[in-house]
Antibody, heavy 121, light 108 residues
Framework: DVQLVESGGGLVQPGGSLRLSCTASGFTFNSHWMHWVRQDPVKGLLWVSRINDDGGSTRYADFVKGRFTVSRDNSKNTLYLQMNSVRVDDTAIYYC??????????????WGKGTTVTVSS | EIVLTQSPGTLSLSPGERATLSCRASQTVYSTYLAWFQQKPGQAPRLLIYGASGRATGIPVRFSGSGSGTDFTLTISRLEPEDSAVYYCQQFASTPLTFGGGTKVEIK
């Protein structure tokens, strides 16, 4: 069964740090680019970051640039999101998402259940 | 950044009726890079349509996608009670990837 399981969410104070993990199973992890997408009731679904298959290329949304770092350990089938200097508006459900590709069609085809991050004092 | 505007905000229809959801992009999106998702309460989004018109694995044939350029449509041909959800369009054409604000489909 193809599966993504996030962990590491929780309550963190403004200015603090948190590391999210996403463990993949049921597919060849090192063949897929991976993304983080977050969702909150006000702003909806927002793309956060992506990393290519070997970890050598990353991109970030402007609102997390310089604060968040995406990485992966292909030997452990695990994706990470290091969140530093968190702000109240980083409060959201964070989803780990796989990028699929068929004949040049790119799509976010597998989503984890999400992990909730709450930033509050 | 490509802005995706979805309409209507809410659609309230009866079982068996046809639902037509719109997604308009602020600039041209090559159809290869346009997808639709369904999200039910407490669940992650689920891929319905990729490449503007390709049905993802396991998606019923009553779901279809069409469109090109800046205007895309998701059609649910005959609504079932389980189709009650929020539907999002999403573009892969450029970074940042962006999502529409969603259309809520309510079944009467």
């Amino acid at each position: 069964d193809v599966q993504l399981v996030e962990s590491g969410g929780g309550l963190v104070q403004p200015g603090g740090s948190l590391r999210l993990s996403c463990t993949a199973s049921g597919f060849t992890f090192n063949s897929h680019w991976m993304h983080w997408v977050r969702q909150d009731p006000v702003k909806g679904l927002l793309w956060v970051s992506r990393i290519n298959d070997d970890g050598g290329s990353t991109r970030y949304a402007d609102f997390v640039k310089g604060r968040f770092t995406v990485s992966r350990d292909n030997s452990k089938n695990t994706l990470y999101l290091q969140m530093n200097s968190v702000r109240v508006d980083d409060t959201a459900i964070y989803y780990c998402v796989r990028r699929g590709n068929i004949a040049g069609h790119y799509y976010l085809d597998v989503w984890g259940k999400g992990t909730t991050v709450t930033v509050s004092s | 950044e490509i802005v995706l505007t979805q309409s209507p905000g809410t659609l309230s229809l009866s079982p068996g009726e046809r639902a037509t959801l719109s997604c308009r992009a602020s600039q041209t999106v090559y159809s290869t890079y346009l997808a639709w998702f369904q999200q039910k309460p407490g669940q992650a989004p689920r891929l319905l349509i990729y490449g503007a018109s390709g049905r993802a694995t396991g998606i019923p044939v009553r779901f279809s996608g069409s469109g090109s350029g800046t205007d895309f449509t998701l059609t649910i041909s005959r609504l079932e009670p389980e189709d009650s959800a929020v539907y999002y369009c999403q573009q892969f054409a450029s970074t940042p990837l962006t999502f529409g604000g969603g259309t809520k489909v309510e079944i009467k």
